[in-house]
């Protein structure tokens, strides 16, 4: 099993970022996807998670209205979209895998990627 975060970088506030997570070793569709957060000394948090479908998503209230995921199966990828950045934001960026639809909890993935860095300057 496999997944690989891209996409991360350094970003002024305001401004918009695309993460993808490549998946591969087991059926992505039929996986839930989610993506997490960990900025320095702060517990890893949930931001986003979608279903193997696609057809349904819920996300963190400190993202909501900002932030939007996506998954394409025939791809094996997802994506988080992240508009209107901010300080706040920054973090190492984490997707995860699990069968299960929607959790939220880091504790109850199956599967991680290694994260990409995502910098928001003010």
């Known amino acids: 099993v496999q997944l690989v975060e891209s996409g991360g970088g350094l970003v002024q506030a305001g401004g918009s970022l695309r993460l993808s997570c490549a998946a591969s070793?087991?059926?992505?569709?039929?996986?839930?996807m989610g993506w997490f957060r960990q900025a320095p000394g702060k517990e890893r948090e949930f931001v986003a998670v979608?279903?193997?479908?696609?057809?349904?998503?819920r996300f963190a209230d400190t993202v909501k209205g900002r932030f939007t995921i996506s998954r394409v199966n025939t791809k094996n990828t997802v994506y988080l979209q992240m508009n209107s950045l901010k300080p706040e934001d920054t973090a190492v960026y984490y997707c995860?895998?699990?069968?299960?639809?929607?959790?939220?909890?880091?504790?109850?993935?199956?599967?991680w990627g290694q994260g990409t860095q995502v910098t928001v300057s003010s």
């Open positions: 070793g087991f059926t992505f569709s039929s996986y839930a």
């Open positions: 979608i279903s193997y479908t696609g057809g349904g998503t």
């Open positions: 995860a895998a699990d069968t299960r639809f929607p959790l939220v909890r880091a504790t109850e993935y199956d599967y």
